[in-house]
């Protein structure tokens, strides 16, 4: 049987960035394999950064990891909630891995003595990425090229995406310009000028756009589209309207009403595949649950990011997964640990139905998170942790029920007499860390008679990691005896994993990022789990009054 060509659809920006490039290529994909294509999607990020690892969340909202411990762009995030698909290290590239793999083949001598340059040697290593699925048997690969058309970063990406197109032809590499068309209030019109400019900063470097996605606050009009379609020698069937939407879940179905997946099938020559409609079932079935909620739950965040909300972006779209399996609403209140003491913790929780502490690094705000899970445990208040926020519950239950007054992490107090959070033992670091951290997906035992054991319904689980210090093992047989139990281990380590409260009604932490793997069609357990006993305590709650 002859191989089938790998066909490929490029996503570009032009305007403005934060256009939502990942949102409609996840939602481009949807539609596709929904039609029973087989796709991947690669970011392709212009900074020089080598991954957004040491990245400051305000800069670039959260990394984003993958099974394989990639720290990798949060738009993975999208491509794996919407598709149901794992991602992995090769589904990211940034202008600093390019740069450092050739900059290695050459320190090497690969090249031969040559001449190192922008062309044809980064060119030929973005290519490469691009095209590294492509004996994987994917249908087709979407990539999405991040910044702005016309920014000197992206250059070197847009011409790798001209060459492949004179490589391997027009009908096998198509590319799409996500673009702005803005509304001048004054003027009470909406102006093409912005999107006519991106398009012929594209076409300078040699790529002449083959769809158009116009971002709108109002409905274009097939006026507006023709003269959108003329100035930029796009067809008018390719001139495509996204307007703004309640819930970014809609998108693909926006897009479907736009015809975008035919456009694109036609394009790629692969109208076998537009003899039936997309089975969108599932996906309309949970946006009916998520606008026809039957009640509400409130959940406080409790973080030192919030002002920035994509920097908690996968444990945000968690909680909607959770809520909507519950046929709830999940409204989410946004709580500064920065801001918080032990004297406003009360008034400013106080109506909430839940409480979720986020992950996060450094000393900064912690005390506002221990005062947080303080009021959560004395007040009976379902709590999750996650990673960092385990890490404080276990330092909040040491100072304030074991009476250990200085206990704390050593990564924010060195010389604390009770290290209940500390680095590992010398040599389990170096069998245990990538790096400087532990990243990735690693088994996990979950304990009988446990909640987390109760949410998952299984004895073991795998979840991913971004984290470097652990629970201290040896203040674990006080810990227990005061009624903080250790209810999941690492499966070859035995180190700890999950932490709960003895006779709290739901109060469960966890070492890893359960976040990362809560999809549309698969909310995570630990989440539901969470909203589940959220609402119960709100409807307990509303029974005393």
């Known amino acids: 049987m002859e191989k089938k060509e790998t066909k490929y659809i490029v996503i570009a920006g032009g305007v403005t960035s934060s256009l939502g490039k990942g949102i409609v290529a996840a939602s481009l994909g949807k539609l596709l394999q929904a039609r029973g294509l087989k796709v991947t999607v690669i970011k392709l990020d212009p900074y020089i950064n080598v991954d957004p690892g040491t990245l400051n969340p305000y800069e670039h909202g959260e990394v984003y990891v993958t099974d394989d411990g990639a720290e990798t762009d949060l738009d993975l995030g999208y491509y794996e909630r919407f598709l149901n698909i794992n991602t992995g290290k090769d589904n990211n590239a940034t202008t600093g891995k390019v740069y450092q793999n050739v900059i290695m083949k050459e320190r090497r001598g690969d090249y031969l003595g ?90 300078q470097s040699g790529v002449q756009p083959d769809v158009l996605i116009c971002r709108t606050e109002h409905p274009l009009g097939d006026e507006l589209k023709h003269k959108i379609a003329r100035s930029t020698n796009v067809d008018f069937e390719s001139v495509i309207e996204s307007i703004d939407v309640e819930s970014i879940y809609q998108v693909p179905l926006k897009l479907l009403e736009q015809n975008l997946d035919k456009v694109v099938l036609r394009y790629l020559g692969l109208d076998e595949y537009l003899e039936k409609e997309p089975d969108l079932t599932a996906w309309k079935s949970f946006l009916d649950r998520y606008f026809h909620p039957k009640d509400t739950v409130d959940i406080a965040l409790v973080g030192k990011y919030v002002e920035l909300h994509d920097a908690y972006k996968s444990i945000r779209e968690a909680l909607v997964h959770g809520g909507t399996a519950n046929g709830l609403k999940v409204n989410v209140k946004w709580v500064n640990s920065e801001k918080l003491t032990a004297d406003n913790t009360a008034e400013v929780l106080q109506d909430t139905d839940g409480v979720l502490i986020a992950p996060g690094f450094g000393s900064r705000g912690i005390e506002g998170k221990i005062a947080a899970i303080k009021y959560a445990r004395e007040n009976k208040v379902p709590l999750l942790g996650i990673c960092f926020g385990m890490q404080m519950a276990v330092i909040e239950f040491a100072r304030n029920v074991l009476g250990m007054k200085d206990a704390n992490s050593t990564e924010i107090d060195p010389e604390t007499p009770f290290p209940v959070i500390d680095l590992l033992p010398e040599q389990l670091e170096k069998e245990m860390l990538g790096g400087t951290m532990r990243l990735g997906k690693f088994e996990i035992d979950l304990k009988e008679n446990s909640r987390i054991r109760e949410a998952y319904g299984k004895d073991r689980i795998a979840e991913r990691h971004r984290h470097r210090y652990f629970f201290n093992e040896s203040f674990g047989e006080r810990f227990q005896k005061a009624g903080m139990k250790i209810t999941a281990t690492d499966a070859d380590s035995g180190l700890t994993e999950a932490m709960e409260i003895e006779g709290h009604p739901w109060f469960v932490t966890v070492q890893f990022h359960p976040e990362y793997k809560s999809t549309v069609d698969e909310p995570h357990p630990l989440f539901k789990a969470f909203i589940a006993h959220s609402y119960k305590h709100k409807t307990e709650q509303n029974g005393k009054k």
Not at 169 to 198: D, F
Request: proline residues 4%; charged residues 25%.
């Open 114 to 203: 040559k001449t190192v340059q922008v062309i044809p040697h980064i060119t030929d290593e973005i290519k490469r990425r691009i095209r590294i699925f492509e004996n994987q048997d994917y249908d087709i690969v979407l990539v999405e090229i991040g910044g702005t058309v016309g920014d000197i970063e992206s250059l070197p990406f847009i011409e790798a995406v001209r060459q492949m197109i004179l490589e391997k032809g027009r009908g096998n590499v198509i590319t799409i310009l996500l673009t702005l068309i803005p509304y001048l209030h004054a003027a009470g019109e909406l102006k093409t000028k912005p999107t006519q400019h991106s398009v012929k900063f594209l076409m």
